[in-house]
């Protein structure tokens, strides 16, 4: 069964400064995909970024980047230079190709990002 | 804006009544999901719906129904409601055709408090 784990509850990160949260996933399925979304309080989802599992490089969209290691089954999410905005929970997801294309998510890392 | 648009934002009723949310994907995309977000929880995949029928369930309570409907809104129906069903009911919408590139696109959820 597809299973993602986020096993940090809460992270803290002072402005500017780089972030790494962390996510792990198990899957058998061959073809997967990875994604990340922030939900600020407001409480609406918003997609970050996507890995797939053939990718050869690590995804980056602006300040994020996916830090993708496959045979560790790892997809840490990199924010840099972090900003009072990116206060909000992270959640990983993944997709896999025996699993129609819905997503399976982690139970989410708290950020609160301080001056 | 996502272009998943779901209706009411908030409701708030009482145990043992019966709720239907609403939801409408984004123009052209074919499978809508539904997620349940609680404290406890977190997000649950409960059903997906591709082009008016049925495609996965997830853990989704016998109390609970969906459907798509010809125009490819979908609503969600709770009944007899307990306090516990309180929480953020996503909708997502997607392309649908069981790959694993493409996010889901979120809706802003609708917020049921169960009193």
């Known amino acids: 069964a597809q299973k993602i784990t986020q096993t940090q509850p809460g992270m803290f990160v002072q402005e500017k400064e780089a972030v790494t949260l962390d996510c792990t996933y198990d899957?058998?399925?061959?073809?997967?995909?990875l994604f990340w979304y922030k939900q600020p309080s407001s409480g609406e989802m918003i997609f970050l970024i996507y890995q797939g599992s053939y990718d050869q490089q690590n995804a980056t969209e602006g300040r994020y980047s996916l830090n993708f290691q496959k045979a560790r089954k790892s997809a840490n999410l990199v924010i840099s230079a972090s900003q009072l905005g990116d206060s909000a929970m992270y959640f990983c997801?993944?997709?896999?190709?025996?699993?129609?294309?819905?997503?399976?998510f982690g139970t989410g890392t708290r950020l609160q990002v301080f001056p | 804006d996502s272009g998943v648009t779901q209706t009411p934002k908030h409701l708030i009723t009482a145990t043992g009544q019966r709720v239907t949310l609403r939801c409408s994907p984004r123009?052209?995309?074919?499978?809508v999901y539904w997620y349940q977000q609680s404290l406890d929880q977190g997000l649950q995949f409960l059903i997906q719906?591709?082009?008016?029928?049925?495609?996965a369930k997830g853990n989704i309570l016998e109390r609970f129904s969906a459907q798509q409907f010809p125009d490819l809104h979908s609503e969600l129906n709770l009944s007899s409601l307990e306090l516990g069903d309180s929480a953020l009911y996503f909708c997502?919408?997607?392309?649908?055709?069981?790959?694993?590139?493409?996010?889901?696109?979120f809706g802003e959820g609708s917020r049921l408090t169960v009193l």
């Open positions: 997801a993944m997709k896999s190709s025996g699993n129609t294309d819905k997503l399976i």
């Open positions: 997502a919408s997607s392309a649908g055709q069981g790959i694993v590139t493409g996010e889901l696109f």
């Open positions: 123009s052209g995309d074919l499978s």
């Open positions: 719906y591709y082009n008016g029928e049925e495609r």
């Open positions: 899957t058998s399925d061959p073809s997967y995909g």
